[in-house]
């Protein structure tokens, strides 16, 4: 049939003989086409498994999902990526939490994920406990206080202080009084931990870290030991909400994956010695770093992680000002909020990640005025110490 100059343009044909290609193509494509009206009834009655809108899902998200599953070391789970952490992390909050519900959430961890809470809290009338996950006898008291406490929410290691807590434990607790246990596992990366294994019902990522690993894209993922809550409710709060992750962004965010072993090693590796030159510099107070023999969460650490990651965070002897200088001398550290890329990030959580924390809230759970948060990157470690020596 010959076709008249519109139809031709907008119409495609695949070229006959094309192969496999040999890295995933990035599928930008709103909607998937059936072979048949009777094949069509029979996915969307869920008969039949096909994609059907790129917002339900998509081969891309797809694509990094699977990955993410099969890196859980224990049980089988499902994996949803979403178009930021933030997303994966409010879906998670909006799947679980009805009106007055009571919720114990870690004191110390990101900025905007407390300021959801916080707002959360008073959309729903929620009780919400903000406390030091380390003393477990204060969440057991609440426990035991309540009739029924719906949801542990932890983050280990924790933004920006770099503390670690005990999962294994939480997850004992929180399931002995019927609590889920969501752990956000952005700085360790399921290479380093594995919340679920350690007993948690979610592990969540903010997949725009190292898991992407290049600063390219912005990207959650969760993952769940209830594949059918995952499937059912999670996945329909991602669909109604519209907040899948963007073809492209999976797409950058599955090449990111590629290399994620061999960055972890190398991010890990650069941190300690960082973190080491800092400790042993005079003009540093305090270096948070979970691989220093000094850190108070050291020994758990080691047991509960296979390395240290590569974010560390440190105060200066003479406090926010030192802090401020060195952040402005810095060449090589780059001054931006992100963490988890190639290149070193550098920044102050008061002023940037943690500014909408109110501040008797931060300064309670150790996020002080001079605090700086170092993401150390895989340039050659002596320009990175260096270009710190200068600034110090
Ligand atoms: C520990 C942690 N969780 C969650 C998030 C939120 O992720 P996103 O920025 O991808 O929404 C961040 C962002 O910095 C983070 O550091």
Request: proline share 4%; with cysteine.
């Amino acid at each position: 049939m010959s076709k008249k100059t519109a139809t031709i343009l907008t119409q495609d044909e695949l070229p006959t003989g094309a192969t496999t290609p040999h890295v995933s193509p990035l599928y930008l494509s709103s909607t998937f086409i059936y072979p048949s009206v009777e094949e069509a009834q029979q996915v969307f009655e869920g008969k039949k498994k096909a994609f059907i809108y790129a917002r339900w899902s998509h081969p891309n998200a797809e694509i990094v999902e699977q990955k993410m599953e099969a890196l859980q070391t224990t049980k089988k789970t499902k994996a949803l990526a979403f178009n930021s952490g933030m997303a994966a992390i409010s879906a998670v909050f909006q799947s679980l939490v009805k009106p007055k519900d009571v919720l114990i959430v870690q004191g110390n961890i990101y900025g905007t994920t407390v300021d959801y809470v916080n707002e959360l809290a008073k959309q729903m009338d929620l009780q919400v406990y903000f406390v030091d996950f380390k003393k477990t006898d204060e969440i057991v008291r609440i426990c035991t206080s309540h009739k029924k406490v719906k949801l542990f929410y932890a983050e280990s290691p924790s933004n920006p202080t770099i503390e670690c807590y005990d999962i294994k434990k939480l997850a004992g607790i929180a399931h002995q009084y019927g609590a889920k246990l969501a752990v956000d596992n952005t700085f360790a990366t399921p290479l380093l931990q594995q919340p679920i294994a350690l007993g948690a019902d979610f592990e969540i990522n903010s997949s725009t870290k190292y898991l992407n690993g290049h600063g390219t894209g912005v990207s959650g993922i969760v993952v769940g030991t209830d594949a059918a809550f995952m499937e059912k409710q999670l996945w329909k709060i991602r669909k109604l909400h519209g907040t899948i992750v963007a073809p492209f962004d999976a797409w950058m965010l599955n090449l990111g994956m590629k290399t994620l072993n061999l960055r972890m090693k190398a991010h890990c590796e650069n941190a300690m010695k960082v973190a080491t030159f800092l400790s042993q510099h005079k003009a540093v107070k305090k270096v948070n770093y979970l691989g220093l023999k000094s850190h108070p969460d050291h020994a758990l650490a080691k047991k509960q992680m296979s390395d240290f990651g590569g974010v560390l965070s440190f105060e200066l002897k003479n406090g926010y000002k030192a802090g401020l200088k060195l952040m402005k001398k810095v060449k090589v550290c780059k001054l931006t909020a992100s963490l988890g890329t190639t290149d070193t990030l550098i920044q102050h959580p008061a002023s940037m990640s943690h500014y909408f924390v109110p501040k008797a809230q931060r300064e309670k759970f150790g996020i002080t005025d001079g605090l700086i948060r170092l993401s150390v990157g895989l340039e050659d470690v002596e320009d990175i110490i260096s270009d710190l020596e200068k600034g110090l």
